[in-house]
Structures are given as C-alpha cells and as structure tokens.
C-alpha cells in the first residue's frame, strides 16, 4: 500500500507557466486537500474536497484550481505560475470526520523563476 | 478567528533533557487536537491525538493532554533523543463541512548530543 504519493517531487519553472501538481491516495478516504508550507508560516490550506465530485476553497486559493474527478485523484494546477507561489506542496487525505487525522504525501518542491 | 498558536522555535536541548513545547487554540466546539512531527526533507507524520477533553496522546515516549480550560495541548517528552530532532506542528480540527486542519507554525526542535 502506497498512502499518498505526490508527483513530481520538484519542479523548477518559469513564470507564467502552466503547471499540474498530481496527488493519488490508495486509501479510499472521502476528504483530500492541498496546502503549502512557507517558512514561518506553516501549512495553509489552498483547497479542499470533501468527496468526489466536491471541491472548496481554503485560505490561499487564488491562483489555483483543483478538480476532484474521482475518489483517488485530486490535482492542483497552477493556470499561469508566479515566483509567490515557490513552496513546498503537501496533498493530504483523510476519512471524514474530525476525530480522524489526515495523512500526508511526501510533497513537491516547486520553485518559479 | 479560529487560530493555533505554539511556541516558537528552535529549540535546543541535550540529550535526556526533558522537553515541553507550548500549543494553545482559539476555536469554537469541540475541536479534536493532533501533534505533526517533519523529520527532515520529508512530509508530515501524526504523532499523536486526542479528540476530547482530557483526553491524553501517547507516542514515542511524546505525551499531550487536551485542556478545554486552558485551551491547550502542550507537548511533553521525559527524556530527548538526537533522533527526535524535527519540526513538530501543533492542529485543531473542527467539525464543519471542510473539516480541514488548522496548524501552528512548527516548532524545530534540535537534539545535541
């Protein structure tokens, strides 16, 4: 059993770029999530889907969209990249319910010149 | 608004020294509480939880009461190793419908022998 894995691991790319930033989870959880972890500021949530066919905004979420196709699938695309959005990207999954806790992939280091 | 606030870091301790690091939440309800531990260059595992008042997590020799009182779920270890040397993220869930994780910033905690 695999968890999460996020795909690809790093990226380096120019601004103004198209970029799909791709997470699977092989668990079957309803809730997965995207955030990004800056350096004193934590992880922050950018969006969210509660099930397949679900999505919703967290508290970064401009210039990223999410679709969530599938219960396994949920990718985040940057339309047209800035050098803001340099971070680390983490994808998270979870059953639903707040007792549960989310699992996390092992991230993507995405770095915009 | 809701909000976690945790020590800031880093932390440097000596082996077998004991270590506390301070967490505290604002939130409304009945949040469940989780400590994160990063090790370096790798994504987030949970350490440990607890999902009602006064309930106590346990793990790795880590321990954490949740106090509604004090609304706080301060990290304790008797006795540090080098190998606990990480960043450790206090978070709340909330019930709701986007049931995400709010963090603190992390806490570095680094382990000298």
């Known amino acids: 059993i695999a968890g999460i894995t996020q795909a690809p691991t790093s990226q380096i790319l120019a601004a103004g770029r198209r970029m799909t930033l791709r997470c699977t989870q092989d668990?079957?959880?309803?809730?997965m999530y995207w955030y990004r972890q800056d350096l004193g500021l934590g992880l922050r949530l950018i969006h969210y889907?509660?099930?397949?066919?679900?999505?919703g905004k967290g508290e970064v979420p401009d210039g990223y969209s999410v679709s969530r196709a599938n219960t396994d699938d949920f990718p985040l695309t940057l339309a047209s990249a800035v050098p803001s959005q340099t971070s680390v990207y983490f994808c998270?999954?979870?059953?639903?319910?707040?007792?549960?806790?989310?699992?996390f992939g092992p991230g993507t280091r995405l770095t915009v010149l | 608004g809701d909000s976690v606030t945790q020590m800031e870091g880093p932390v440097t301790l000596s082996e077998e020294a004991c270590l506390t690091i301070?967490?505290?939440?604002?939130?409304?309800?009945?949040?469940?509480l989780f400590w994160y531990v990063q090790y370096p260059g790798e994504g987030l595992q949970l350490l440990l939880k607890a999902t009602k008042a006064d309930d106590k997590g346990s793990n790795k020799g880590f321990e954490a009461t949740y106090r509604k009182e004090t609304t706080s779920f301060h990290l304790e270890k008797g006795s540090v190793q080098v190998s606990d040397s990480a960043v450790y993220f206090c978070?709340?869930?909330?019930?709701?419908?986007?049931?995400?994780?709010?963090f603190g910033t992390g806490t570095r905690l680094q382990v000298t022998l």
């Open positions: 301070n967490c505290t939440y604002t939130a409304t309800g009945y949040p469940s």
């Open positions: 978070a709340y869930r909330n019930t709701g419908t986007a049931s995400k994780l709010t």
């Open positions: 668990m079957r959880h309803n809730a």
């Open positions: 998270a999954s979870s059953p639903s319910g707040r007792n549960y806790e989310q699992f």
């Open positions: 889907s509660n099930t397949a066919g679900t999505t």
